[in-house]
Nanobody, 121 residues
Framework: QVQLVESGGGLVQAGGSLRLSCAAS????????MAWYRQLPGKQRELVAS???????NQIDSVKGRFTISRDNSKNTVYLEMNSLKPEDTARYYC???????????????WGQGTQVTVSS
């Protein structure tokens, strides 16, 4: 049993900052890739940023220079630091992780319930 719980969302004015956290708990043997997705109003879910277990990260062009993804492997936690927020960043943000629950198991994708980020103009 694995659970991902996001936190840190909220309402912020344009130009402000937020730091999202996603903590994984339960029967975890290995966490490989961790990522943040978002779903904008009226749009499909899209990848925002990802990070591997060794710290290699990627971000989509629209957030490069503004968002930073990081992880703390000892805490099974991934973060998304969001700076210079824009109204178009308003979305529900979801945590995703590829997790093995046993040494002989496979990497399964797990999703959090999401946290809302609203940026006012």
């Amino acid at each position: 049993q694995v659970q991902l719980v996001e936190s840190g969302g909220g309402l912020v004015q344009a130009g402000g900052s937020l730091r999202l956290s996603c903590a994984a708990s339960g029967r975890i043997f290995t966490i490989n890739l961790m990522a943040w997705y978002r779903q904008l109003p009226g749009k499909q879910r899209e990848l925002v940023a990802s990070i591997t277990s060794d710290g290699t990260s990627n971000q989509i062009d629209s957030v490069k220079g503004r968002f930073t993804i990081s992880r703390d492997n000892s805490k099974n936690t991934v973060y998304l630091e969001m700076n210079s927020l824009k109204p178009e960043d308003t979305a529900r943000y979801y945590c995703n992780a590829s997790i093995k629950t046993t040494p002989w198991g496979i990497l399964d994708p797990y999703w959090g319930q999401g946290t809302q980020v609203t940026v006012s103009s």
